[in-house]
């Protein structure tokens, strides 16, 4: 086991630069099962969850070549169209393979997906989808199959929830299929552009991503083709909070600021100084002076569910109370009580967190509880007094590219160690 140690009040300063998105490399590496002819992921991040999604895909037969961060995947003789447990229960996303493999080869059989326990995702509106498309769905001991023996034709599909996932599904799914798809209450997030983008060159006909009606003219054939995904909009916001919350001055490089204005508008209400440098370039200046904010998460183009724990962090040493208002998932406030082990004042009501900011957070030793929650614990172990450790890493270490590393760039005194 491992843990960072994190020795707090030392300022942020120098530039940073962002990986390519996890939320847009999983599902693109997912797609990658389509083509007839390979195709190509450049810099690719490395995390444990793209770890994670190339066993995936290698267990169901796909050769994967890798040069550094450059992966092929080469998916003309796949073999097997079941997903096992242990690979599944890892994580959530993987789930994603089951609209490739009923478009390319009619049938798969799915584990149950497991994944960061913050709240329900249920899979009904994925399933929903497909059955209008024809398949048929069975769940039984764990895994769900489902079977289009005659292919899946063209529906018009309405999702109850925005979902990312379902609509990443849907979408690789009805690239393949018979006729019109078209997706209503379709997700808008730029990781389902930058989907779309990679699926529309390798030759599907979609129109809408971006919008909350998506329409795909399915086709016979994909051919691969090389796709570098968009700047982690995630790992950035990371970043600007945590020169916002250890003060300095820290240029964030490879960020798409449009991604990010509910982030951008909330830190400069908070009293952080935010300059848009460059188109993919944002400097972040902060005396470590906080002003209590409010934010309530929403789907995009709202504040992101995935920024909520690390903005949570920054509150707790605002000057005044800030409300936080959680509307994704039901169970995503498990780090208020790890930042109350470091001194933070916070009530749970529900849905909604009451943040009291204190003078300052005082080091301890704490866990991360999901991906989100240990960076947010890191953050504060960033601001603190005295030392930080920070256990569980397996969390972070799924949705952050060399995160010890890029802190230690800016200045900051962290460390990962190993415990007995």
Do not use: W
């Not at 250890?246 to 991604?259: F, K, P, R, Y």
């Amino acid at each position: 086991m491992e843990k960072l140690v994190i020795e707090g009040g030392t300022p942020l300063h120098g530039s940073v630069r962002i990986s390519s998105a996890k939320n847009a490399v999983l599902p693109i590496i997912v797609a990658a099962l389509l083509p007839e002819t390979p195709a190509t992921v450049v810099d690719a991040p490395e995390l444990d969850d793209v770890r994670t999604i190339c066993s995936v895909l290698e267990s169901l037969g796909v050769v994967i070549h890798r040069n550094g961060r450059e992966m092929t995947f080469d998916a003309a003789h796949i073999d097997r169209t079941e997903a096992s447990y242990e690979l599944m229960s890892r994580m959530r996303a993987s789930f994603l393979v089951m609209g490739p493999l009923l478009a390319k080869k009619g049938h798969a059989k799915i584990a149950l997906p497991g994944g960061c326990m913050i709240g329900s995702r249920p899979i009904d509106l994925h399933l929903k989808a497909f059955e209008a498309m024809g398949a048929e769905i069975q769940i039984h001991n764990g895994y769900v199959e489902a079977s289009a023996p005659q292919g899946l034709k063209g529906a018009e599909i309405y999702l109850d929830f925005p979902s990312v996932g379902a609509t990443e599904n849907v979408l690789m799914a009805a690239s393949l299929a018979e006729g019109r798809t078209v997706i209503e209450n379709a997700a808008e997030e730029p990781e389902i552009v930058d989907l779309v983008t990679f699926l529309s060159s390798m030759g599907a006909n979609i129109k809408g991503a971006g919008t909350n009606v998506i329409r795909i003219e399915g086709v016979k054939r994909l051919e691969g083709v090389s796709h570098t995904a968009i700047p982690d909009r995630i790992e950035a916001g990371t970043f600007m909070i945590a020169a916002a919350m250890a003060g300095g001055d820290v240029v964030v490089e490879n960020v798409l600021s449009e991604h990010l204005k509910p982030l951008l508008a909330k830190l400069t209400e908070a009293g952080v100084k935010v300059v848009k440098e460059d188109i993919d370039r944002v400097r972040v200046i902060s005396d470590g002076h906080i002003r209590s904010t409010d934010i309530k998460t929403l789907p995009y183009p709202g504040f992101p569910t995935d920024l909520q724990a690390q903005f949570m962090a920054l509150m707790t040493i605002g000057s005044g109370v800030s409300t936080i208002t959680e509307t994704v998932f039901e169970n995503r406030f498990m780090h208020a009580g790890e930042l109350q082990r470091m001194g933070a004042s916070i009530q749970i009501e529900g849905r909604k967190a009451i943040v009291t900011g204190v003078p300052f957070l005082q080091g301890a030793f704490v866990r991360a509880t999901d991906l989100r929650a240990g960076a947010a614990l890191t953050l504060a172990g960033l601001a603190a007094h005295g030392t930080t450790e920070v256990g569980d890493l397996h969390h972070i270490d799924r949705g952050y590219d060399h995160l010890v590393e890029k802190l230690q760039g800016l200045g900051a005194r962290i460390s990962r160690v190993g415990t007995n």
